[in-house]
């Protein structure tokens, strides 16, 4: 495909200010999984979202991500009321300085079924009750899938992209897909932006973006507001 159609469009600008979102990563191939994580932080701050509003959950490998997803997702969109107070959110899941192998304790949401989900550990979870039902307005899915001499390859980008669509339709909360399938290592490092002699560009920040203006449309869309925008 011609390089002149095939870009990388500037993001339009959204308030990240009143979002909370998720990251979840797998941790096989760290180095690049790291630079994407960052710069999806980085465009997610950018965008005003705030550092206690941006929680970060490690899985083992990008087979793992679409089920930490759909945990982190878990409220269908038309149960949810925006009009919660700040002070319900803050502090539920305290992150001093986002970084990818971070941790973070406590609930992490309500399932349909109302059973609270109790995750990570339990520094948390004496925060505040409300916090349970503070929902994520999108969740990103970073994985990076580099093939190798076996199927294996073929087998989990297939089921995890799908799965990935099925989590955010199922959820109707936005799910970024970031995970890179790879040919080989240099084509990752590449489109980390930490590719060599040419650094390449980080598809982790265009996740970052995806995830804020995704969050952001939703919100208007369930509130009604379809009008005209580009
Ligand atoms: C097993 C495996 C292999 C061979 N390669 C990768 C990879 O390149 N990227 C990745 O994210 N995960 C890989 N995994 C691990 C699987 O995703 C998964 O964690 C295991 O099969 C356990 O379910």
Not at 141 to 167: C, D, N, P, W
């Amino acid at each position: 495909m011609s390089e002149a159609i095939k870009n990388h469009p500037a993001p339009k600008e959204f308030d990240g200010s009143s979002l909370r979102i998720a990251i979840v990563h797998s941790r096989w191939n760290k180095s690049v999984i790291d630079a994407l994580v960052a710069g999806a932080v980085r465009k997610i701050k950018e965008a005003k979202v705030q550092e206690h509003n941006i929680v970060i959950q490690s899985v083992p490998g990008s087979f793992e991500l679409p089920l930490a997803c759909q945990r982190y997702a878990p409220i269908p969109f038309s149960s949810r009321n925006y009009s919660y107070p700040h002070s319900m959110i803050a502090g539920s899941h305290v992150q001093a300085g986002a970084t990818a192998t971070d941790l973070l304790g406590g609930p992490i949401g309500t399932p349909r079924s109302g059973t609270p989900i109790h995750g990570l550990g339990s520094a948390s979870i004496m925060s505040s009750a409300n916090t349970q039902k503070r929902p994520f307005d999108a969740v990103i899915a970073i994985g990076v899938l580099i093939k190798g001499a076996t199927m294996h390859f073929e087998y989990i980008s297939e089921s995890v992209s799908q799965a990935l669509m099925r989590v955010q339709l199922d959820t109707s909360v936005p799910v970024i897909f970031g995970v890179l399938t790879a040919l080989n290592e240099e084509q990752a490092l590449y489109r980390a932006g930490i590719g060599s002699p040419d650094k390449g560009h980080n598809h982790g920040e265009d996740w970052g973006s995806a995830a804020v203006e995704m969050a952001s449309r939703v919100r208007k869309w369930s509130e009604g507001n379809f009008l005209n925008e580009s």
